[in-house]
């Protein structure tokens, strides 16, 4: 009988964490057939000494361990350790999972049931972090998101609207999209998976249970995925590699061809910025900025300085009431006391078509 669900753990350095994430994968209570697939990217420390000792334990208690990786002087990526680990196995059902995570017990099962239900979907669920007050804008967001808004909030810089450690799915679905970039550090491989299932039809479904603890430490691969901070750095970064870039171009992709005109709610850095990063095209789509700043306000309008066109653009900035959406909004949320989100809920707009948040 084929295998139900492998639980993919790519492994890089990982000595502090596995005792404590292995063991979660012992106590899931789910009781169909699943394996455990482990690729070792490159690690330095004792990470394959606890998982040779823990591929015992799981399968004296069923669980088949599926080892493979390298030795080579660096690691070659998140990315291709994934697709390595996914290409091992042999589960019908891929439950991802990072090695300094740890699973609550009925994770696999309850993803395994809401995966059946919603084939063609990345299923993900609530996380608790650890330190419990870290980035606690972030965890708020990962799990108040409604429904809806799993698919209206996937151009904001948080990134996918379910995070990679939740990750399940079925391999069918997987092939179809995947696999995974293999890009290397810096290289944001969930983002450029998630976007591509999005343009190939694919839903998004959470588990509204906290079913992961999150960890949060200075070592994670998150922190080095680059951001894009403007056109200075794009020898350095690479700008086809960042995360800013790929945002715009999905916006312009997935939305701006149906609308018309827009407005870009920000007349500060943020709002110029994505206005300077659009396309010429895109951007004679903007009819104006607004904002609350009386002194922005006053300003009247922005001049795209650098601009080829002549005359050179120069777009009205206008109180948020006097403007008209839909709005693309590069303010960021829960951040001014509620005040924005107040100005916004005001206008009776409807997110995904009125407005999308780009903040």
Known sequence: MRTQVSVILPIHNAEPWLEECLKSVLQQDFEGSMELSVFNDASKDKSMAIVEKWKMKLEGSGIPVVI????????????????????????????????????????????????TLHPTSIIGCQVRREPPNSMERYTRWINQLEPDQLLTQVFTSN???????????????FSHVGPFSEGGRGVPEDLLFFYEHLRKGGGVFRVDQSLLLYRYHPSAATHYILEYA?????????????????????????????????????????????????????????????????????????????????????????????????????VKLDLTGGAFED????????????????S
């Open 68 to 115: 493979g990786g390298h030795n080579s002087p660096s690691p070659r990526g998140v990315g291709y350790s994934k697709n390595q680990a996914i290409a091992q196995s042999s589960g019908s059902y891929l439950c991802f999972l990072d090695s300094d995570d740890v699973m609550m017990p009925q994770r696999v099962r309850l993803q395994l049931d809401a995966a």
């Open 159 to 173: 990134g996918p609207t379910v995070i990679m450690p939740t990750w399940f799915c079925s391999r069918a679905w």
């Open 230 to 330: 403007g056109p200075q750095d794009e020898g350095r970064m690479g700008r086809g590699n960042t995360i800013w870039t790929h945002r715009v171009r999905f916006l312009e992709e997935r939305v701006l061809p149906h609308w018309a005109t827009f407005t870009i709610w920000n007349a500060g850095r943020q709002g110029r910025r994505l206005y300077r990063s659009l396309t010429a095209g895109a951007r004679r789509k903007v009819v104006a900025f607004c904002d609350v700043d009386e002194n922005k306000i006053k300003k009247g309008f922005y001049c795209y300085e650098d601009s080829q066109e002549r005359p050179k653009p120069r777009v009205p900035i206008l109180h948020f009431r006097a403007a008209q959406p839909p709005f693309v909004i590069c």
């Open 343 to 358: 100005n916004l809920r005001s206008l009776h707009l409807q997110e995904g078509r009125n407005f999308l948040h780009f």
